[in-house]
Every structure is written in structure tokens, then in C-alpha cells.
């Protein structure tokens, strides 16, 4: 896949965690414009949305264009002509090399510019804490900041991992999360935190561990009631079900969430989550 085509997928599915957390900007009603530069270069925009008469236009660049600034300005003229409202344009950069870009024209009879964003300059966190595997991907194009990037890396994966609805849908993200990494030097990393992917389980993640000690206590004390391997049997499998709702509620999961993920109600993990704590 190219780097194009996969930021276009995933700023699609997350372009509200795109706006907010990289360009600061809320927004819950908009509609996506389908438009294409027929007198620049045939090409489609990245991503080109219309919300409150305004008009918000993004392109993705993975190196130095010293004409930036002019195709920018081009592709301002051909929206305008289409769409005449206040116009919004953002270049958001993901290249290896120093962002050197010209964002502006000035001359005596007009002025242009627009916004670079450098995503190395954004940091990860914003991105680690959401909930959608478009956006989480992002993550890894972001500012580490002081942490370690194989953590960093093992941690998106993680999420990735309880976020996929099936194998295949995880193996997307994955070729998805390769591609992105080469913009920064990071794709040997990838690849061995996925190596050490290839067998996980629930009970391989953070958290899994306590709700699963707490099971077999409460199956102990059931045990001296109902018998003890019974008690035992029933203990382990709230074990492993608290197991899975700690670590998602680790991760920022709301209950309603869960509920879907896990298929149980939200009573049954409240009830779980209190029995956890007495």
C-alpha cells in the first residue's frame, strides 16, 4: 500500500481525531467533497470537506516540494471556483528530512499562504489515547517524545490488536503501521515488536493478570461453599472475563464499549468490577 493511499483510508475513517488532536479544530457536522484538480495535475484531492460554509482542504506530503507553495496556491483557485467560502488549507508533512517548505506568497498585488504541519513535532500521546485504529496508526508518524520507541511501538500494537474486529482486519492496520514507519526509520522496530506478536493471546496483555488472580481467589471462597472444583471452574472464568475488562478499561474503553466488544451487559461488568474490589 502507499503511503498516499493509506493516509487518505485513514484520515477518512478518523478525520475527527485528525482535526482535533493535529489541527485543532472541533467539528461533528461535515460531508466529504469528492473533487479533482483537472487543470493541475488530474488528481484527486486528500481530503477536501465542507462544514458551516466553510471549507476544510488536506494534503499529505512525504518530502520537500520547493513549488508547494504554488501548487497550494493552484489548488486554492480551483476549490474557490467551485466552492466560494472561507477556505482552510493544511499541508500535514511526514517526511524523513528538516521540513523546508515555503507556506506563503507575497508579492506587491497579492498575498497566499497556508499551514505545514510537521507531524514529528506532534506528540504521540494525543493518539495513543484513542479508541480508533485509523487514528492510532498515526501515532507512529508522531512525537515519542521521551519514551522509548520499541515501547511505543509494542503499545500501538497492543491496542491495534484489541481494536481489530478479526485477523484480517489486524493484519491491515499492520501493513498499514509498516508503510507509515519508513517515514521514520522505524520499520526494523515494526517488525520485531510484531515477531513478537505472532502468538497473543488475551492473557499475553497487561492487566489480564490481576483480573485473573482476583477470579481464582473469589473461585477459592466458592469452592469451600459449592465444592471445590466447581467453585474453582466458575472463579477461573470470571477470572479471565475480569481479566479482559481491566485491560480494556486500561486502555480508555467506556463501558458501553466493552459491553459490544465483550458481548455482556453493562450491569454484568459493573457487578464484575465491584466484586473485584471488595
Same mark, same amino acid.
Not at 489480564?208 to 471445590?228: R, S, T
Given at each position: 500500500?502507499?503511503?498516499?493511499?493509506?493516509? +487518505?483510508?485513514?484520515?477518512?475513517?478518523?478525520?475527527?481525531? %485528525?482535526?482535533?488532536?493535529?489541527?485543532?479544530?472541533?467539528?461533528?457536522? @461535515?460531508?466529504?467533497?469528492?473533487?479533482?484538480? *483537472?487543470?493541475?495535475?488530474?488528481?484527486?484531492?486528500?481530503?477536501?470537506?465542507?462544514?458551516?460554509?466553510?471549507?476544510?482542504?488536506?494534503? @499529505?506530503?512525504?518530502?520537500?516540494?520547493?513549488?508547494? =507553495?504554488?501548487?497550494?496556491?493552484?489548488? @486554492?483557485?480551483?476549490?474557490?471556483?467551485?466552492?466560494? !467560502?472561507?477556505?482552510?488549507?493544511?499541508?500535514?508533512?511526514?517526511?524523513?528530512? +528538516?521540513?523546508?517548505?515555503?507556506?506563503?506568497?507575497?508579492?506587491?498585488?497579492?498575498?497566499?499562504?497556508?499551514?505545514?504541519?510537521?507531524?514529528?513535532?506532534? *506528540?504521540?500521546?494525543? @493518539?495513543?489515547?484513542?479508541?480508533? *485504529?485509523?487514528?492510532?496508526?498515526?501515532?507512529?508518524?508522531?512525537?515519542?517524545?521521551? =519514551?522509548? *520507541?520499541?515501547? %511505543?511501538?509494542?503499545?500501538?500494537? =497492543?491496542?491495534? !490488536?484489541?481494536?481489530? +474486529?478479526?485477523? /484480517?482486519?489486524?493484519?491491515? !492496520?499492520?501493513?498499514?503501521?509498516?508503510?507509515?514507519?519508513?517515514?521514520? /526509520?522505524?520499520?526494523?522496530? %515494526?517488525?520485531?515488536?510484531?515477531?513478537?506478536?505472532?502468538?497473543?493471546?488475551?492473557?499475553?496483555?497487561?492487566? !489480564?493478570?490481576?483480573?485473573?488472580?482476583?477470579?481464582?481467589?473469589?473461585?477459592?471462597?466458592?469452592?469451600?461453599?459449592?465444592?471445590?472444583?466447581?467453585?474453582?471452574?466458575?472463579?477461573?472464568?470470571?477470572?479471565?472475563?475480569?481479566?479482559?475488562?481491566?485491560?480494556?478499561?486500561?486502555?480508555?474503553?467506556?463501558? +458501553?464499549?466493552?459491553?459490544?466488544?465483550?458481548?455482556?451487559?453493562?450491569?454484568?461488568?459493573?457487578?464484575?468490577?465491584?466484586?473485584?474490589?471488595?
Amino acid at each position: 500500500m502507499k503511503k498516499d493511499l493509506i493516509l +487518505k483510508e485513514i484520515t477518512k475513517e478518523a478525520v475527527k481525531e %485528525v482535526l482535533k488532536y493535529i489541527l485543532n479544530i472541533e467539528l461533528d457536522d @461535515f460531508e466529504f467533497l469528492d473533487f479533482e484538480f *483537472p487543470k493541475i495535475e488530474k488528481r484527486d484531492a486528500d481530503i477536501l470537506i465542507k462544514a458551516n460554509e466553510k471549507i476544510i482542504h488536506i494534503e @499529505f506530503q512525504s518530502r520537500n516540494d520547493k513549488n508547494m =507553495h504554488i501548487r497550494m496556491a493552484r489548488y @486554492f483557485l480551483e476549490i474557490y471556483s467551485r466552492y466560494p !467560502y472561507d477556505i482552510f488549507q493544511y499541508v500535514l508533512y511526514i517526511g524523513k528530512e +528538516k521540513l523546508s517548505m515555503k507556506n506563503k506568497i507575497k508579492t506587491n498585488s497579492c498575498e497566499f499562504s497556508y499551514e505545514i504541519i510537521d507531524l514529528k513535532t506532534i *506528540p504521540c500521546d494525543r @493518539f495513543l489515547k484513542i479508541n480508533n *485504529p485509523e487514528a492510532l496508526v498515526l501515532a507512529i508518524l508522531c512525537d515519542f517524545g521521551e =519514551h522509548n *520507541p520499541k515501547e %511505543v511501538i509494542k503499545e500501538i500494537l =497492543h491496542k491495534l !490488536y484489541l481494536l481489530s +474486529k478479526n485477523e /484480517n482486519e489486524f493484519r491491515k !492496520y499492520l501493513l498499514m503501521l509498516e508503510e507509515l514507519s519508513t517515514s521514520r /526509520n522505524l520499520k526494523e522496530e %515494526v517488525k520485531e515488536a510484531e515477531m513478537g506478536l505472532q502468538n497473543l493471546t488475551w492473557e499475553d496483555l497487561p492487566s !489480564y493478570e490481576i483480573g485473573l488472580e482476583k477470579g481464582l481467589e473469589k473461585g477459592l471462597e466458592e469452592g469451600l461453599e459449592k465444592g471445590l472444583k466447581k467453585g474453582l471452574e466458575e472463579g477461573i472464568k470470571k477470572g479471565v472475563l475480569k481479566g479482559k475488562i481491566l485491560m480494556l478499561k486500561e486502555l480508555g474503553f467506556s463501558d +458501553k464499549e466493552i459491553s459490544q466488544k465483550l458481548n455482556i451487559s453493562q450491569n454484568k461488568i459493573e457487578e464484575l468490577l465491584k466484586e473485584n474490589n471488595d
